[in-house]
């Protein structure tokens, strides 16, 4: 009786938005290790690159502060769309079409609100840092991995959270659609 309680409450789609962050944001993960392997860098150098600009000097822990503040972020902006969507109905996606394309939005949304200016402006300064220094060697070599790279990374990046937006709409509309569906079916009223 409790679960079917929660389950009617709309506060449902910001569960299901952050858990399809979340998914989404673990896809995206996965094909940036793909890419690793297919272009011979190290496994989790983009998440390197986010832990160095940080300030993490160690490999190891860089990496690890990367993918764990990539994947926070995909599961936060997967969270605060469903907060809205809450408060402003035409972004509640009730099937797959409308997620998708919604998902499309908020994966360019994210691209253009933050990681362009992120890489822009925080990022690649710290690579050009780190190539011309040497103290920390592999800073250096990552940093060297991605000369005269920037315009191609912003390029892939777009396409990546297309990706992000596209996974992320699948998934909520298709939880929406199965909840509508659920709804119906154990809605006395529809009965025929």
């Known amino acids: ?18 858990f399809a962050g979340l998914a989404s944001a673990m896809i995206i993960s996965g094909l940036l290790e793909v890419i ?33 503040l990539h994947t926070l972020t995909g599961t936060v902006a997967g969270n605060i769309f469903g907060q ?20 499309l939005v908020l994966g360019i949304s994210l691209w253009a609100l933050l990681f362009a200016p992120l890489a822009t402006f925080g990022i690649q300064p710290k690579l050009d840092t780190f190539m011309i ?10 940093a060297i991995h991605f000369a005269g790279l920037y315009y191609f990374v912003l390029g892939a990046s777009l396409l990546f959270h ?14 929406m ?16």
């Open 36 to 68: 690793d392997f297919a272009s011979g860098t190290p496994n989790g150098t983009f998440y390197a690159v986010i832990g160095l600009s940080l300030g993490f000097d160690d490999a190891v822990s860089a990496q690890y502060v990367g993918m764990g």
């Open 84 to 103: 809205v969507a809450l408060f402003w109905k035409k972004l509640v996606p009730n099937d797959m079409k409308k997620g998708v394309y919604l998902g």
């Open 1 to 18: 009786m409790e679960l079917q309680k929660i389950e009617s409450t709309p506060k449902m789609l910001i569960v299901y938005c952050t």
């Open 133 to 142: 220094t040497e103290i920390n060697p592999y800073a250096h070599s990552v």
């Open 177 to 192: 659609e199965a909840k509508i569906s659920t709804r119906k079916l154990m809605d006395p009223t529809t009965v025929r």
């Open 162 to 175: 297309l990706v992000y937006g596209a996974i992320f709409g699948l998934l909520v509309g298709r939880m």
